[in-house]
């Protein structure tokens, strides 16, 4: 009998140990699986942030040339404006 018992008791310990291990696999798996989809997570937003930077970089290209097209209708504006105040004072001298 204390050999039929020894061999319960030896398979119960067997069991617990596989079910222990059996229990470690799966949380190491769960973690694994966690750890992608927060990969898959950060990748998406680092790839949401790109598409923002590329479109406010798009936006200030936009507005860097419309502000060089306007320094030069000003300084076309300015360069008229003394040719005409020029032959104003050409035309009138005392004024």
Do not use: C, N, Y
């Amino acid at each position: 009998m204390s050999t039929a018992l020894i061999v319960v008791i030896a398979v119960v310990v067997i069991l617990l140990l596989v079910l222990l291990a059996l229990s470690a696999s799966r949380k190491r798996a769960r973690a694994q699986r966690q750890g992608r989809v927060e990969a898959r997570a950060r990748g998406a937003e680092a790839e949401r942030r790109h598409d923002r930077a590329d479109e406010l970089e798009a936006e200030a290209q936009r507005f860097a040339s419309e502000a060089e097209r306007r320094a030069q209708a000003a300084d076309a504006e300015r360069s008229a404006a003394e040719s005409h105040a020029a032959r104003a004072r050409d035309v009138d001298p005392d004024s």
